[in-house]
């Protein structure tokens, strides 16, 4: 007999966890309400199962699994490069961050060297997508507590970024630009251009939103002291990104385990001490200027030269060649058909992504794809917080605090 | 790096609550005389850049073949299984042809795998961006839609030789 799913075991769930909230002039009668999976401020199809007295939340449990499209499991019967058009689908509001991450975890495990110049164009895009994520967050949480004009505002920036998108890698949302061994097509000097150009209108649009919500007496009074989530247990939870830097742990994987040139870069970790909120959004903001800023330290270093690796028997050749040569002819259908061979073995990678760590692990037995994949996506941990946060807040705050953990469906649920 | 200090305590002058108000309808008229950032979409046509990658096509020859030998790579590296070639034998030089080549277009994920891998620059993507269809069977696009002629194509075979 399969142990289908049913409700009696959220139920259960529900009703069994522990709390020590004491209210003053309890309820006789305890209330279970749903939020989700359709509600508008769980950002996707999350479901959080309440249990109320009065207006207070006594306990609450999240359901995930309505967005479940075994991205892992798909994993291995799918070459390597076949898998990079999936890794737009996780987090689909900074595809680009995905692509890198993925990419760079199996250059890792088939030990492939990347140009110099591939490598700065992938920071380049990586941070783009950052401030791409962020936007969407800061739009959508400002959104959530009652500032609609933020998120059209955060959108029209957007579209600016996507332009660049357009012109670099084909596509506007899903991307699929990072290629094993470099990126898929080269960084042009319109791209360039537009880039700069992007960074002045970005920092233009900070000061507006700033000007919005900083001293919004609506939306800090709305945020301030909500969903206090304390260092100690930030660390317990294993919550990474933004939501771990609110609660003051000056942790970035870009810091601590440098990979690409993060090392080279001249930028500060923004930590905010209160654990809030809005502490959560504040660091958002600083960190899509700290983003501004090495995008222009890239920018200006990023070298001419090859944008993908030269190695036949791994990395698709040159149109050019394919065209021409036989043997280049020969390695493109060898590598189609039966993909890289990278040896065997294990690898994990991580990389930062706007949502926090974003980790690919590989297994491989030295075929042409996956032994085993596991993503640790940051939004998945993250939603771990949510019960800790939300006992003992009102209802009304579920929604702000569920905009400020910022998940994305598509990466918690895979 | 030290603990930054949040700005929150606001003066005397945002408290009255007020003179915000009147800020932010100045800011509201002011954004009225702007220029619209939106476009009418069907009144004006985005015109993509030669990177865009719309609907895959095959190029057609100036002779009225096309280029495709079919070697099956598309259809071998399509991660969402959407390409079906059909091989058959033929007089020209090039020896084989598609007898059948069709595209599911509700499956395609417009990843531009297909371009990328193919030997002889017989399937490209274009430009064409709106895809209509009525059923499920118009959706499964054979030669007869696929084939582009190759003058109107000339965009992205130069952006490929360039950047790819």
Sequence with gaps: MIDVHNDEKLLKALFEQDTDITIEDALENEMVINMGPQHPATHGVLRLLLRLDGETVMSIVPELGYLHRGYEKMAESMSFNEYIPHTDRLDYTATMCNNVAYVLAVEKLAGIEVPTRATYIRMIIAEISRIMGHLVAIGTFAMDVGAVTMVLWSFREREIIQNIFDRLAGARFTTSYTRVGGVASDMDDVAIEMTHGMLKDIEDALFEYEKLLNSNRIFVDRLEGVGILTKEKAIDLGITGPNLRGSGVQYDVRRAKPYMFYDKMDFEVPVYNEGDCLARYFVRVDEVKESIKIIRQCLNQMPKGEIIINSPKKVLSHKAEIYTKMEELIHDFMLINFGIHPPEGDVFFSVENPKGELGFYIVSNGTGHPWKMKIRSPSFCNLQAIETICKGQMISDIVAIVGSLDPVMGEADK | ?164
Aim: hydrophobic letters at 35%; one cysteine or more.
């Design chain 2, 1 to 164: 790096m030290p603990d930054k200090k949040r700005k929150k305590d606001l003066t005397f002058a945002q408290k009255l609550y007020l003179p915000e108000i009147f800020k932010g309808l100045a800011l509201t008229f002011k954004s009225m005389l702007k220029p619209s950032v939106t476009m009418e979409y069907p009144e004006v046509k985005f015109v993509p850049p030669a990177a865009y990658r719309g609907r895959p096509v095959l190029v057609e020859e100036k002779d009225g073949t096309e280029r495709c030998v079919a070697c099956g790579l598309c259809s071998r590296v399509c991660p969402a299984l959407a390409i079906e070639v059909q091989p058959e034998e033929t007089e020209l030089e090039k020896e084989r042809y598609p007898k059948l080549f069709e595209i599911n277009m509700i499956r395609c994920i417009f990843c531009g795998f297909c371009e990328e891998v193919c030997p002889e620059e017989a399937i490209v993507m274009s430009k064409d961006y709106e895809l209509v269809f009525t059923s499920r069977e118009d959706a499964i696009y054979g030669k007869d839609k696929l084939l582009v002629p190759v003058d109107q194509l000339k965009d992205r075979l130069e952006f490929l030789r360039n950047f790819k």
